[in-house]
């Protein structure tokens, strides 16, 4: 787990508190935090499993595209 840190500058709480959610959302940890909270049944981990490798590969095959 890396750590997070926002620094609030003219005592903008809200605009920090934007960027805290942001960066909180990008390291996943609401999905992690969403999965933990219930049982997952068995099948139905190994079809989110495929599902985020399929998300996965289709990213890395569109970036590649664009990196030729």
């Known amino acids: 787990m890396k750590e997070i840190q926002v620094k609030v500058f003219d005592n903008d709480l809200e605009k920090a508190i934007r960027i805290l959610k942001k960066k909180i959302q990008n390291d996943g940890l609401f999905k992690r ?13 190994r079809r989110r499993k495929q599902r985020e490798a399929l998300r996965r590969e289709r990213i890395a095959i569109s970036r590649s595209k664009y990196r030729k």
Not at 33 to 45: D, G, Q, V
């Open 33 to 45: 935090l969403k999965l933990k909270k219930s049982y997952e049944k068995p099948s139905e981990f």
